[in-house]
C-alpha cells in the first residue's frame, strides 16, 4: 500500500496536512490557552485558599497567563507554526498543570481543567494516539509528582506544611494512591474519548476531501477517458489495488465497454478501453450481491460483505457470480461498486486485490458515497462529449450546405459558362473579352465567401490586449479583398473588457463587414469603438444603399418588426448589450451597440 500518496489509518482516507489550517488551529488553541488561564486567575482571586496565599503559586500562574499571551502573539506574527514549535508548546502545556497543581489547598481545585485543556490540544491537533499519549505523560507527572513531594516530606520529619496534590484532594500525610489511582484512570479514559472523537472527526474530513480530490479530476477539455483514467489513479493508488476495471453497458443498444488500468511499482499505467462482446454483460454486470460488495477468496473459501443501495448489510448475498468472474479475471479478493447514469448507463467498477485494514461496512459505505457524488460528474463529462460532438456534427453539415448552395453552385455554372464561352469563341470572338470579365467577377466573389466562410470555422483567441489590432488587421484585410475603403477609428488608449465581451464584438465587426459586402453596394465603410465609465459602444457605418426601413430602430422594435441583422442581433443580447439601427435609403447604414460595464455575460457563450 502506497502510504505517501494514500494518507490513511487503519485502511481509512487522512487528509494531508494545510499549512494555513494548521495556523488557524494554532491560533484558536492560543486564545482558548489565554482565556484559561485569565478565568482561572479570577476564579482563584474569589476563592484564595485555592493557591494557600502563596505569591510563587500567584508568581507561577501569572508566569503561565504571559506564556500563553507570548505564544499568541507569536503566532499571530508568524507565517507558519512549525512542528518543532507545536511539539514544545505543547510539551509545556503538559507540564505546567502538575507544577502549578503542587500549591492548590482545599478540597476541590480549579486546576484539573488544564489536564483537560492539553487533551483537547492533542486532539485537535493530531488524533488517537497522541492524545492518549499526552494523557500517559500527565498520569506519569502526576505519580512522580506525588512521590518526590512524599520522599521531600518524610526526608525533613513530616514537617512540611499541608498541600494537597495536583488534583488528588490527599493532604501529604496521607498519601492515598487509590485516589490518584482514579484520578489517572479517569485521564486516561478522557485521553480516549477525546482521541476517538477527533479520530472520527479526521476521518469525516478526510472523506470529503477525498471527495473534493476526485471532483477535481473532472474536467472536461480532459475528455471522458482522460477524466476515468485520472479518477482510477486516484482510486488505485487510495487502496493500493493491483487492478482496477470499469463495465459498462448503455440500456438501449446493449453495447458494452470494458476499460483497465493496471498499478505496479512503478505507479499506475494508462486507462486503456479492451474489447467487449455482448455476453461479458453477464459476466461483470448481472446478479451481482448488493449496490457494493467486498469479497475474499481461499482456495473453496468466499468471505462477502455486501451492502444494498440504503448502506445496509445483505443476508447470506451469492457467490455465483464471483466464481464466475474469477473465470475472467483472477483475483485474491475484490471491491465491487455498482453505477447508473441517467436511465442510459449502468455499469460496475471492480477494484482487485485491495490493501485495508479498515472496518469492511464503513470503507463499502464511503466507496457508495464516493461514486454516487463523483457518477453524476463523470457523467455531464460524456454528455458534453456528446453534445461537442453533436454541435460539431451540426456545425459541419451547415458548412457542407454553405458550400453546396454557395461555392460549389457558383463554380458549376462558372464551368458551365466557360464549355458554352469556349464554343461561341471560334463564331463570335469579341463576346469572349465580356464573358471572362463576367466570369471573373464571379470567380472573386466565391473567393471571398470562401474565405468568410474559412474565418467563420477558425476559433477566435483573442483577449483585451490583443482586441484593437486584431480589429484593425480585420478591416484592413476587408478593405484589400474588397476595394471597398474601410477604417477603424478608436479614441481608447488602454481596453480592460471581458475576453468573452471582445470575441463577441469582433464576431460582429466580422459580421457587418460580410453584410456592407453581400448587400450594401457601398464605396465606404467606418468602424468606431469608444470608451465610457459606464459602457463601450461600437458602431459600424456604411454609405450603400441601406435597410428595406427608414428611421432609427431599437433592438426590441427590430424584433417586432422582424427586420435587421439577425445574427449580430444575437450575438449582441448574449453580452447584455443594447443595439441601435439607423437606415436611410440610398444613403447609408449605422448600426450601434453599447455593452454596459460589468453587465451579466450569457452563460451560452
Not at 505496479?264 to 450481491?289: I, T
Not at 463529462?381 to 453533436?390: D, E, F
Not at 453596394?521 to 467606418?526: E, I, P, T
Request: glycine content about 8%; some cysteine; overall charge positive.
Amino acid at each position: 500500500m502506497h502510504a505517501d500518496a494514500n494518507h490513511r489509518f487503519f485502511g481509512r482516507p487522512q487528509a494531508p496536512t494545510d499549512p494555513s489550517e494548521v495556523r488557524r488551529i494554532e491560533r484558536w488553541l492560543a486564545t482558548a490557552r489565554v482565556f484559561l488561564a485569565v478565568s482561572t486567575l479570577v476564579a482563584v482571586r474569589m476563592d484564595p485558599t485555592e493557591l494557600g496565599h502563596s505569591a510563587a503559586a500567584y508568581g507561577l500562574l501569572g508566569f503561565y497567563m504571559g506564556n500563553s499571551i507570548l505564544v499568541l502573539m507569536l503566532l499571530r506574527r508568524r507565517k507558519a507554526s512549525t512542528a518543532r514549535f507545536r511539539v514544545l508548546v505543547h510539551a509545556a502545556d503538559i507540564v505546567w498543570p502538575a507544577f502549578i497543581s503542587v500549591f492548590a489547598e482545599g478540597p476541590r481545585s480549579p486546576f484539573f481543567l488544564f489536564f483537560i485543556f492539553v487533551l483537547t490540544a492533542a486532539a485537535y491537533r493530531w488524533g488517537l494516539w497522541e492524545t492518549l499519549s499526552t494523557a500517559a505523560a500527565e498520569v506519569v507527572l502526576l505519580w512522580a509528582e506525588s512521590f518526590v513531594l512524599l520522599h521531600v516530606w518524610a526526608m525533613r520529619g513530616g514537617s512540611l506544611p499541608w498541600h494537597v496534590l495536583a488534583g488528588l484532594q490527599v493532604n501529604v500525610t496521607e498519601f492515598e494512591p487509590k485516589r490518584l489511582f482514579m484520578l489517572s484512570v479517569y485521564l486516561l479514559v478522557m485521553g480516549l474519548l477525546l482521541g476517538y472523537l477527533a479520530e472520527q472527526q479526521k476521518h469525516l474530513r478526510a472523506e470529503k476531501a477525498a471527495v473534493t480530490r476526485m471532483l477535481a479530476k473532472v474536467r472536461v477539455e480532459a475528455g471522458l477517458t482522460g477524466t476515468l483514467q485520472q479518477i482510477s489513479r486516484e482510486i488505485a493508488t487510495m487502496y493500493g489495488a493491483a487492478r482496477l476495471l470499469v463495465a459498462s453497458q448503455e440500456i438501449h443498444s446493449h453495447r458494452s465497454f470494458l476499460g483497465e488500468l493496471h498499478n505496479g511499482e512503478g505507479g499506475p499505467s494508462d486507462f486503456v478501453w479492451l474489447d467487449s462482446r455482448p455476453r461479458d454483460a453477464k459476466s461483470y454486470l448481472e446478479d451481482f450481491p448488493g449496490e457494493v460488495c467486498y469479497a475474499a477468496n481461499e482456495g473453496d473459501r468466499w468471505s462477502v460483505t455486501a451492502l444494498d443501495r440504503e448502506g445496509n448489510q445483505l443476508a447470506s448475498p451469492s457467490t455465483e457470480p464471483l466464481v464466475r468472474l474469477k473465470q475472467r479475471q483472477p483475483f485474491r479478493s475484490l471491491i465491487a461498486v455498482s453505477f447508473a447514469f441517467g436511465g442510459e448507463w449502468r455499469g460496475r467498477v471492480f477494484v482487485f486485490d485491495p490493501s485495508w485494514q479498515g472496518e469492511t461496512q464503513e470503507e463499502l459505505r464511503f466507496l457508495l458515497d464516493l461514486l454516487r457524488q463523483v457518477g453524476p460528474a463523470v457523467y455531464n463529462v460524456y454528455l458534453l462529449h456528446r453534445l461537442r460532438r453533436r454541435a460539431g456534427a451540426a456545425e459541419r453539415a451547415r458548412f457542407a450546405r454553405e458550400l453546396h448552395d454557395g461555392a460549389v453552385q457558383s463554380l458549376i455554372a462558372v464551368e458551365m459558362q466557360v464549355d458554352v464561352l469556349r464554343r461561341q469563341a471560334e463564331n463570335s470572338p469579341a463576346v469572349v473579352g465580356g464573358e471572362l470579365g463576367r466570369i471573373q467577377g464571379l470567380l472573386r466573389e466565391e473567393v471571398l465567401k470562401l474565405r468568410e466562410l474559412m474565418q467563420q470555422m477558425k476559433s477566435i483567441d483573442v483577449d483585451a490586449r490583443r482586441f484593437l489590432s486584431v480589429v484593425t488587421d480585420t478591416v484592413e484585410r476587408f478593405e484589400r479583398e474588397t476595394g471597398i475603403t474601410a477604417r477603424f477609428v478608436t479614441d481608447v488608449a488602454k481596453l480592460e473588457m471581458p475576453d468573452r465581451v471582445c470575441r463577441e464584438l469582433l464576431r460582429i465587426v466580422q459580421e457587418g463587414l460580410v453584410n456592407v459586402r453581400k448587400h450594401s453596394q457601398a464605396r465606404h465603410a467606418l468602424v468606431r469603438l469608444s470608451s465610457s465609465a459606464s459602457q463601450w459602444s461600437l458602431t459600424l457605418e456604411d454609405d450603400g444603399k441601406g435597410f428595406p426601413f427608414s428611421g432609427r430602430l431599437t433592438q426590441d422594435e427590430l424584433e417586432r418588426m422582424g427586420k435587421g441583422p439577425m445574427i449580430i442581433k444575437e450575438r449582441v443580447r448574449l453580452i447584455a448589450g443594447a443595439l441601435t439601427v439607423e437606415s436611410n435609403p440610398g444613403l447609408g447604414t449605422r448600426l450601434e451597440i453599447k455593452v454596459p460595464r460589468g453587465g451579466e455575460v450569457s452563460d451560452e457563450l
